[in-house]
């Protein structure tokens, strides 16, 4: 049959995605949220007091940004800080994701009776950008996302038993749904109850009485136990009252304020708009898009044919979806529990899905690899070099690449093997894109030991360009007393080396930094530039990628006498 799933295909997949998501785990250029550095300043913060409660930072304004549960995950994976690195703060997201993939396997194959189905589910969600994206950094979504979708899971696999129960599975989703707002926040028990409701009436065959009288009940038993385990924080954090001002008036509370004109006109335009919700919550599933959009297509066609189990995961999706379009700060991550549900529609439907949804994200996929192969053979020509070696790759990135576009043109023309191919592709795409990066992982973009040893317990002022960027520069300067300035200043080396004592500045590739006599260069490093102008943007299009792209930093010392850092602002903060 057209596009069917073999046991083959689908261990091979599997093995493709286990190493895809392992792959370049610890990377510092890993797709990722701007919370994660946010997050390590938290544990590192909290770690150092010995204490799990309260939270610490020095950030302003940002503390009790998150429950405790996520940052408690930091401490332990982390060894209270004494083990810092990113795999240790990272691999706990990675095992959650598996093991969210892991019970949806579980689930669908004992409904659907096929285990290929169960599998493909299981992948199919992993192909997601929006699963690879928050489900391996370390963020609260990886957590959140398993407990939330746990008792929905158990809804699936147990079916009448899990309805049935008046007081089991009450318990079980009250604990699940509790510890997933422990680790994100107590507004998701709105849309977790709302999604259980409208299940328990669908059970009852649409009927309100029946739902009221024999179902109601467990909703309350489940909601008010998930709110217990999340009021476990101000049970014991020394000072709630800071909980309640900064986590439950700033952090969610405030969502719901009006965030140009007035609330009605959010909702119906601009940035915040209930149709941006819609449209970023279907490009979760990045390469997967169009074939999302035909599953979804298909379904609203065949809507008196659908299963139970069907009529389930889109109730599961609109409770989220109607919830989340209440408040005015409206985004597509909010709506990453759910992405499981979407995984399983596509994989019921996947023999009956079209083509076309497949061939365009097999040429997307074309697109992506053949700019990653340019930039990456411009870059290795031109000779980029930079003060600390040549950017080079190894045979394995390009035979990983070259593999990777032939799948892709195998599946766009060869139709039996279209599906499959396309489902490979978007975890072969991810690879390439950890692998296109992996020289500034080397010694190219890294300090030399002997620099870290030199600046050991030394006052080291870097650029940050957003907060708590000096997480990252921890793992680059371990054991240096970091301090951040505006990273739209860092090639003002004149400027910089005339106030600051020991700098990290930026130049060019091609021209080394004009140091005054005094001033000692102590290591230098290649790095990678951020927020471009649009002329750097249209001459990096026209082939001039190193100019533009990557800048030479330097360390240095200079004469400077160590300011008073009492009165010196830290941009990092």
């Known amino acids: 049959m057209r596009g069917s799933f073999s046991y083959r295909s689908a261990l091979l997949i599997l093995f493709l995605g286990v190493f895809t998501y392992l792959y370049g785990l610890d990377s510092r250029f890993a797709p990722k949220n701007g919370d994660e550095y946010p997050y390590m300043h938290i544990v590192r913060m909290t770690a150092q007091t010995g204490n799990w409660l309260p939270l610490q930072s020095e950030m302003d304004g940002i503390k009790n940004t998150k429950p405790p549960l996520i940052f408690w995950q930091g401490i332990a994976s982390s060894h209270w800080a004494s083990k810092w690195s990113l795999m240790n703060l990272r691999w706990p ?9 892991f019970f949806l396997f579980l689930a669908v194959r004992r409904f659907s009776g096929k285990t290929q189905t169960g599998v493909l589910a299981a992948l199919v969600w992993l192909s997601f950008f929006a699963t690879y994206r928050y489900g391996r950094p370390f963020l609260a979504d990886p957590p959140e996302v398993f407990w939330i979708s746990l008792p929905f899971m158990a ?37 977790a109850t709302f999604a259980l409701g409208l299940c328990y009436w669908r059970w009852r065959q649409w009927s309100i009485p ?41 952090e969610n509370a405030g969502k719901f304020a009006a965030r140009n ?56 999706i609109a409770a989220f979806l109607i919830v989340f379009a209440l408040p005015s700060q409206r985004s597509g991550r909010y709506l990453l529990p759910v992405m499981p549900a979407f995984a399983v529609l596509i994989a019921l439907h996947w023999e009956r899905l079209p083509l076309w949804g497949f061939r365009l994200a ?40 070259s593999a990777s576009l032939l799948i892709a043109l195998i599946g766009l023309f060869r139709i039996n093997q279209t599906k499959t191919l396309a ?9 390439v894109l950890t692998s296109s990066l992996a020289p500034l992982e080397g010694d190219l973009g890294r300090y030399s030991a002997a620099t870290i040893a030199q600046i050991q317990g030394k006052n080291v002022w870097i650029p940050c360009d957003y907060r708590a960027k000096d997480e990252e520069y921890r793992l680059l300067l371990p054991g240096a007393k970091l301090h951040g300035y505006l990273a739209k200043d860092a090639t003002d080396v004149a400027g910089l080396t ?41 001459e990096m299009l026209q082939g001039q990628i190193g100019k533009h792209l990557f800048v030479n930093e330097y360390l240095v010392a200079t004469p400077v006498i160590a300011p008073d850092l009492s009165n010196v602002k830290d941009v990092c903060r």
């Not at 997201?93 to 993939?101: F, I, M, P």
């Not at 209930?274 to 970023?280: D, G, K, M, V």
């Open 498 to 538: 005339s106030t600051y004592p020991l700098v990290a500045v930026h130049t060019s590739l091609d021209s080394p930094p004009e140091l005054c006599n005094s001033c000692q260069i102590v290591g230098r490093r290649m790095e990678m530039r951020a927020r471009h102008s649009q002329e750097e943007i249209i």
């Open 93 to 101: 997201s990675v095992l959650y994701t598996g093991l969210t993939a």
């Open 362 to 401: 097999l040429f997307l996929q074309l697109m992506i690899l053949s700019l990653f192969l340019w930039i990456g053979a411009n870059l290795q020509l031109s000779g980029l070099t930079g003060e600390v070696g040549a950017w080079s790759y190894s045979y394995g990135h390009w035979i990983l690449i």
């Open 261 to 316: 004109s007035n609330y009605v006109l959010d909702l119906l335009r601009g940035g915040d708009s209930i149709w941006l919700l819609l449209l970023t919550t279907l490009a979760n599933a990045g390469l997967f898009t169009f074939v999302l959009a035909s599953t979804l297509l298909q379904c609203w066609r065949g809507r008196r044919f659908l299963d139970v189990e069907e009529v389930l995961l889109l109730l599961l």
């Open 155 to 191: 809804l699936l696999y147990w079916g009448r038993c899990a309805f049935e129960s008046k007081l089991l599975f009450p318990l079980l989703a009250g604990i699940c749904f509790g510890l997933a707002l422990f680790a994100k926040s107590f507004a998701y028990i709105a849309p």
């Open 210 to 250: 029946n739902t009221l009288t024999r179902d109601l009940y467990k909703i309350f038993i489940a909601g008010i136990l998930a709110l217990s385990v999340f009021a476990l924080w101000f049970a014991f954090d020394p000072n709630p009252e800071a909980v309640w001002k900064e986590f439950v008036l700033g």
């Open 423 to 431: 489902l490979a592709g978007c975890f072969l795409t991810y690879c």
